[in-house]
């Protein structure tokens, strides 16, 4: 029997009810009273029995206290720990006070939260928050779950055209939806310091520096101390300004209209509710519309930047006209009467015809309120990057492991330590301090920051292509990516289409491919085009809308005008009374329009769509669309019919399926699709290395397979897959392009044979075909050989993301960020194309650079004055974003830079005003602004210098539909984050190995060298400390190479190539080490008792154990450092490789005593040649072998094969 969760969301994937236990009853607090009270009475009643003296004191002590502390932070450093030991289970809901959450996967962090009871009206209402998501008490289902909004629960378009607003006592509706606001609390530097400092790694850190100084290594330690503190402060620095610029996402409250009890009333935005009646007008500068909105009536043209990337404006058009009874379809035909919080209203119309509720005092278009707070499409957005932003590192269990196999070397060289010092009569509390440093020395502290700091790089070097990202974790996927799935329209080719002319408009043409320029169309073809679009012209005089459309409109010689309206000069005007907008469900779009009094509707469509809705089908049709679609061209056929005469309110209820049958044909739109530059190039490069490309499109399937096959998706001959004849008896047939090969098939009996399909040709399939396959044994292995899908609707490319991950490969999904939403975020790396320009984006860049100057020049000037200091001059590049004055000498020549020409009258009013006394400058706006504190001023001054830094993400910057938006439309989008994907997974298993190798050789340093009384002296130290710093800061810095290879990178550590690699080369080093031991104790003898407090004097044994450890650090790096076929060789990485062969040098060098005062000055003894000879010898044979056994490992067991269905495969057809 499973077990029943107390909540129902997404988000959850279980709940445990907690009650808190007494202080008494927690694990830290009564099991250590005997512990504790044992200790008292062994230490005052028996002392010389079983402690003998202070040091055995206090290490029973302090093992004692330490154990204390750490079972009291572990409820700190995991929530199930904490609720384990701070409260105790429970099922009854009313006894709960607090719930413990554990969260589905990349949804953030498991938590617990506390119950809150309300009662209201009498009724006791119990709630708690998550995420800024709220959960109520549910008594009927004893479950909690989130508010739900109606227009979640497929309404009909009725219920908000029925909507006359809120009324009476809005109490509980408040308390259930809470504020129309992003209520993100800012916590100080102290609260979230402390949270910092509990974290299991600080403290880590500090006991490890505690152990240093008992250890008497006081400015080693303390400098530590100084390191661990200061990075947790810029740590702590870094989470405050990003959670600063989280708050700035929300919108300010503004007063809107709102219809509550009968009467239109001013309310403030945050106090919004769902199914409020609010009213839209054109937003504020500085504004956005608040919350998520369902337009009732009226119309608007909405800017939606700042939510999808996307920056061309879209008209929306209200749910008026729409049939009552119908659901509300808000990703399909409803799409355009949804304006999303954030977004901003460019233009607004009024409803034009009287209604039950009152028209709005603003002159507004009336809309609904659907939902508020974090639940918008804004909200949503900004909850994915708050809690996102804990993500960023690579598997956390793995790196637990690691340090756990890690540790089991410690414990062995512990125990050596112990029982050699127990013989050698050591005192027993310094070896157990050394016993524990020995431990400790094997966790890499450096670890999490370097798994980090693999990820952060990757995200820096995407941000220079403009390319961001929402969800840092899914970077690593990238690394290991099977199939690339492309849309095609906007994507591989570009949105600009070219409008090539008309086709079929003359009966007696029998040459099927003739072009009609727009001077040969008829008139009815002429009206046609000028009604079917959703062109709209702003109020400033710009045309907004399709960009195919424009094109059209502008070849055929239509202007489009206010109102609705278009004007041809020899047409005159023609008025579009009613519009029908285009839906991918349909595949058409229509308008009623009127030219001359006389009515008629205008359709336009997919050819196939348009095909079954007319009267009459002309000869022809099919072999005209098909020979261009054949070509690559975007075809649309035209269609009309004439309607009688009748009033506004007669169009308004008629059903669209009527307006759009018995049509006449009015001839094809033939459009150009140009590809963009780069998408053959990105094709190319993901075949040559193993990346299965596909396209999924909604286009037609022709069209498809000529795009596919331009770009190099498809080679050999292509069977399309699609419905065999217009009945609906769920047949299907494989037909090439030419339709000279027609292969029938049943899906409920037939099966796909290989060695007839598969082998010898590329497949297409179509959606038709999708839907009639489903279930079909076979149909994983169709789309494993499949390489186009048109004719797609947007929820069968979701269903084909899925398909695809639950066959076990890595997907990749780029498309344009409207209509594929739902495979973008199915797929382990989406990316959305968005059509930025770089000269665009250099300039918006240029303009935030421009804005951080200013805020900063203002901040500066406040902190200047705060200590009474003279206001420092305006910055000559923010210059002319300040009046003149005598603190803006600059002024004319920041003007001038900008192209402004300077008059004589601006010449004199600067004169005039630089003569005026000094006052503060205080721009428009900011003189509300709080003084900023030095460290805000510190922080911002340093933030531009972080160039490797990644990126703090601004809304307009992500876009809601993909965790990776593309500022720019270039394809190389996915070859960019394929490169970064691998570069931070090559980077996490370099910093595994040779942090495990350095682990390792410390503890056998630590212990069996030790042990034998090698000290190395401060120079030596020196050189090799600097010599693992340069390493460690140059590792990271390999680039990616420009061509990827057909190898993948290997996704864990737990296999046998990692594994064995590092154990066998520690192998070796330990070996020579052994060696080089065992031939100096030959020429020196060993102690038979080993001083280990004895201060450092140069000996044969320091002298060999030092230039072998060297040469075992430079092997470690170089043997180690994943170069080609990902990233640089080592060679390029010229920090690196200098560093390394300057160490190598001076080993070799010092080994063979070719320059004897080097050797003098590193504290060298000299050797015999005999002993040169060998060492020597020792040195290569320690180097090589390591590089010999991990290219051994990686030769037989590297996991580096493309996965079956990333191999391209050339079909050769028979003939």
């Known amino acids: 029997m499973t077990k029943k969760s107390f909540v129902s969301s997404p988000i959850v994937r279980d709940s445990t009810l907690l009650v808190p236990k007494s202080l008494i009853a927690k694990p830290y607090v009564l099991p250590f009273f005997p512990l504790y009270a044992t200790f008292a009475q062994l230490y005052f009643q028996q002392y010389d029995r079983y402690i003998k003296g202070p040091e055995w004191t206090f290490v029973y002590l302090g093992t004692l206290v330490s154990l204390n502390i750490l079972v009291m932070l572990m409820p700190a450093w995991n929530v199930k720990i904490k609720a384990k030991f701070n409260y105790s289970t429970t099922k009854n809901v009313n006894e709960a006070t607090h719930i413990l959450i554990y969260t589905t996967p990349n949804n953030g962090s498991d938590g617990i939260v506390e119950i809150q009871r309300v009662t209201e009206a009498g009724s006791l209402q119990t709630f708690f928050q998550f995420q800024k998501k709220r959960f109520l008490w549910h008594e009927n289902e004893q479950v909690f779950s989130s508010p739900k909004f109606l227009v979640d629960e497929s309404p009909k378009i009725g219920d908000f055209q029925k909507c006359k607003g809120h009324s009476g006592d809005l109490t509980h509706l408040k308390r259930l939806y809470g504020e129309n606001s992003f209520d993100i609390p800012i916590p100080t530097f102290m609260e979230l310091f402390k949270e910092h400092a509990v974290a299991p790694l600080f403290v880590f850190q500090v006991f490890c520096v505690a152990l240093w100084l008992l250890d008497e290594f006081w400015y080693y330690s303390l400098f530590n101390l100084f390191m661990i503190i200061s990075m947790e402060a810029a740590a702590v620095f870094q989470r405050l300004t990003a959670l600063k610029e989280f708050r700035t996402m929300g919108i300010k409250p503004y007063t809107i209209n709102v219809f509550r009890n009968k009467k239109w009333v001013a309310l403030q935005t945050n106090e919004l509710l769902p199914m409020d009646l609010v009213s839209i007008t054109r937003t504020a500068e500085e504004s956005a519309i608040p919350c998520d909105l369902i337009l009732l009536d009226g119309s608007a043209i909405v800017n939606e930047a700042m939510l999808s990337g996307e920056s061309t404006p879209l008209l929306k058009e209200s749910i008026k006209l729409r049939p009552s009874e119908d659901n509300l379809q808000l990703d399909g035909v409803d799409k355009i009467a949804v304006l999303h919080g954030g977004t901003k209203a460019l233009q607004v119309t009024p409803p034009e015809h009287k209604s039950d509720i009152p028209p709005p005092p603003d002159g507004g278009a009336l809309a609904i309120v659907t939902k508020t707070g974090f639940e918008t499409s804004q909200g949503s957005l900004v909850r994915v990057m708050i809690y996102s932003a804990e993500r960023v590192s690579v598997d956390n269990k793995e790196a637990l492991m690691f340090i756990l196999f890690l540790l089991i070397f410690a414990v062995i060289a512990s125990w050596y330590v112990w029982v050699e010092g127990t013989k050698m009569g050591r005192i027993q509390s310094k070896l157990i301090l050394d016993c524990i440093l020995i431990i400790t020395s094997v966790v890499p502290p450096e670890l999490p920051m370097e798994l980090t700091m693999a990820v952060n790089s990757s995200l820096a070097a995407l941000a220079k292509f403009y390319v961001y990202c929402t969800e840092p974790f899914r970077i690593p996927f990238a690394g290991r990516i099977d199939v690339c799935c492309f849309d095609k329209t906007g994507t591989l080719t570009g949105e600009d289409l070219v409008f090539e002319g008309l086709a079929g408009i003359s009966a007696d043409s029998e040459n099927i491919r003739h072009l009609y320029s727009a001077a040969e169309a008829p008139e009815s073809t002429i009206l046609v085009i000028g009604a079917a679009h959703a062109l709209v012209k702003l109020e400033d005089g710009d045309i907004v809308g399709d960009p195919m459309e424009k094109a059209t409109l502008k070849a055929v010689g239509w202007a489009v005008e206010r109102k609705n309206s278009n004007y041809r000069e020899g047409t005159g005007k023609l008025d579009i009374i009613r519009r029908f907008q285009f839906s991918s469900a349909l595949k058409r779009s229509a308008s009623i329009a009127s030219h001359n009094d006389a009515l008629f509707a205008a359709v336009k469509g997919a050819p196939e769509t348009i095909r079954e809705r007319l009267s009459d089908i002309p000869k022809n049709y099919d072999e005209i669309y098909k020979s261009f679609t054949r070509s690559g061209s975007r075809v649309l056929a035209l269609a009309s019919k004439s309607l009688p005469k009748m009033s506004q309110s007669k169009i308004d209820d008629l059903n669209r399926d009527d307006v759009e049958s018995e049509l006449t044909f009015n001839g094809f739109l033939i459009f150009h699709c140009p590809l963009k530059d780069d998408a053959i190039e990105t094709i190319k490069m993901l075949n040559e290395s193993s990346h299965r490309s596909i396209m999924i ?133 989406g990316i959305a194309l968005l059509n930025g320009t770089e000269e665009g984006l250099k ?373």
């Open 697 to 829: 499109t909604g286009d037609n399937p022709l069209t498809a397979v000529h795009v596919a096959k331009e770009v190099g998706i498809v080679f050999g001959e292509t069977l399309i897959l699609d419905r065999a004849g217009k009945s609906d008896d769920n047949q299907l047939l494989f037909r090439d392009v030419e339709e000279t090969v027609s292969i029938p098939f049943d899906p409920s009996k037939d099966t796909f044979d290989h060695s007839k399909l598969f082998d010898r040709y590329d497949i297409a399939v179509t959606g038709y075909a999708l839907n009639a396959l489903e279930g079909h044994s076979q149909l994983r292995d169709l789309l494993r050989h499949t390489w186009v899908y048109a004719r797609v609707s947007p929820s069968q490319k979701e269903f084909l993301l899925n398909t695809l991950k639950d066959m076990g490969y890595q997907t990749l999904m780029c498309g344009d960020g409207t209509n594929d939403v739902g495979a973008l975020k199915q797929a382990h790396v």
């Open 843 to 1215: 300039k918006l860049g240029e303009q935030r650079r421009l804005e951080g100057m200013k805020m900063m020049y203002i901040k500066q000037t406040e902190f200047m004055a705060r200590w009474n200091q003279p206001q420092p001059p305006v910055p000559e590049p923010i210059a002319h974003l300040f009046p003149p004055g005598p603190k803006n000498p600059h002024y004319l020549k920041a003007l001038e830079s900008k192209g402004t020409v300077i008059t004589p009258e601006i010449r004199k009013a600067v004169e005039e005003a630089n003569s005026k006394p000094v006052e503060v400058i205080k721009p428009n706006g900011l003189s509300e602004k709080k003084p900023a504190d030095l460290a805000s001023l510190l922080l911002n001054s340093a933030g531009d210098a972080q160039g490797d830094e990644a990126p703090a993400l601004k809304l307009g910057d992500a876009s809601c539909a993909a965790p990776f938006t593309s500022k720019l439309a270039n394809v190389s989008a996915v070859t960019n984050i394929i490169r970064q994907g691998r570069c931070a997974l090559v980077n996490t298993i370099q910093m595994y190995k040779i942090l495990a190798l350095n682990c390792l050789i410390s503890a056998y340093s630590l212990s069996i060298i030790y042990m034998a009384g090698v000290k190395f002296g401060d120079g030596q130290a020196t050189v090799s400390g600097l010599l693992l710093s340069v390493c460690f800061l140059s590792i990271s810095r390999g680039k990616p190479l420009e061509k990827l290879s057909k190898q993948r990178p290997q996704s864990g550590i737990f296999n046998v190539y990692i594994m064995g690699s590092i154990l066998s080369q520690f192998a070796v080093h330990i070996a020579t080490l052994v060696y080089i031991t065992t031939e100096i104790y030959k020429l020196e003898p060993r102690e038979p008792q080993v001083d280990l407090e004895k201060e450092f004097a140069p000996s044969l044994l320091n002298t060999g154990i030092f230039i072998i450890q060297l040469v075992q650090q430079v092997s470690t790096f170089a043997v180690n450092y994943q170069g080609e076929p990902f990233r640089e060789n080592i060679r390029s990485n010229k920090g690196m490789y200098y560093g390394l062969l300057g160490v190598t040098g001076l080993a070799l060098a010092s080994a063979t005593e070719f320059l004897p005062e080097l050797n003098e000055a590193m504290k060298f003894v000299p050797m015999t040649d005999d002993f040169k000879i060998k060492l020597t010898l020792t040195l290569l044979l320690d180097f090589f072998g390591s590089w010999g056994v991990e290219h051994f490992f990686k030769f037989f067991f590297m996991d580096d094969k493309p996965s079956d269905i990333s191999v391209q495969q050339v079909k050769i057809a028979s003939k």
